[in-house]
């Protein structure tokens, strides 16, 4: 397991974007693959996409295609995951979480997302 | 990509066992023994309880316990605790485009 710290909770208005950062131990961040999770108010996990820092290898799911950008910084061993064109229905927990197989094992502590105008 | 599928809700009595079942298709759960399952409380972040289908993270009881046939895969809670209620989901590598998928989430009430 390791210790993944997220940003602080965002307030956007509709149509905005918002970067969420994700910071992994640099001694594993060129292991793991890192993903991230959706969790809508009250409602299931649903996954978003996710990148190999490694290798830089990205994937998204398609439901987000289009609307989300995960980049990785080596130097700072940092995650991002950008949304875009935000709506009222995007207003969720959006967490980090990396495993060395195919399982989450360490998950960031969440951020959560709220947008309203 | 489809969630999974579970039952929205199961109950069960302290000391009891119950078991939730987690269907997908021959593309996810039936093609891979990549199955996970995840315990979340309110407010707080999932937490990996059974993977690659039957393992047990070390430190979680053996009271959780996972099994596959087919397209659909379990999770069986047996000696029912009040902790163990919770939000269980179960998550599977896919061969389709989005290469994971969680599914719907089941409350289990311990009461």
């Known amino acids: 397991q390791v210790l993944l710290v997220q940003s602080a909770a965002e307030v956007k208005n509709p149509g905005a974007s918002v970067k969420v950062s994700c910071k992994a131990p640099?001694?594993?961040?060129?292991?793991?693959?890192m993903h991230w999770v959706r969790q809508a108010p009250g409602q299931r996990l649903e996954w978003m996409g996710w990148?190999?820092?490694?290798?830089?290898?990205?994937q998204y799911s398609q439901k987000f295609q289009g609307r989300v950008t995960i980049t990785a910084d080596t130097f700072a061993s940092t995650v991002y995951m950008e949304l875009t064109s935000l709506r009222s229905e995007d207003t969720a927990v959006f967490y980090c979480a990396t495993g060395a197989n195919y399982y989450y094992d360490s998950w960031g502590q969440g951020t959560l997302v709220t947008v309203s105008s | 990509q489809s969630a999974l599928t579970q039952p929205a809700s199961v109950s069960e009595s302290p000391g009891q066992s119950i078991t939730i079942s987690c269907t997908g298709t021959?593309?996810?759960?039936?093609?891979?023994?990549?199955v996970s399952w995840y315990q979340q409380y309110p407010g707080k972040a999932p937490k990996v309880i059974i993977f690659?289908?039957?393992s047990r993270p070390s430190g979680v009881s053996n009271r959780f316990s996972g099994s596959k046939s087919g397209n659909t895969a379990s999770l069986t809670i047996s000696g029912l605790q009040v902790e163990d209620e919770a939000h269980y989901y179960c998550f599977s590598y896919t061969s389709s485009s989005a290469p994971w998928v969680f599914g719907g989430g089941t409350k289990l009430t311990v009461l």
């Open positions: 021959s593309s996810d759960v039936g093609a891979y023994n990549y």
């Open positions: 690659d289908v039957t």
């Open positions: 990148i190999f820092p490694g290798t830089g290898k990205i």
């Open positions: 640099a001694n594993t961040f060129t292991i793991y693959a």
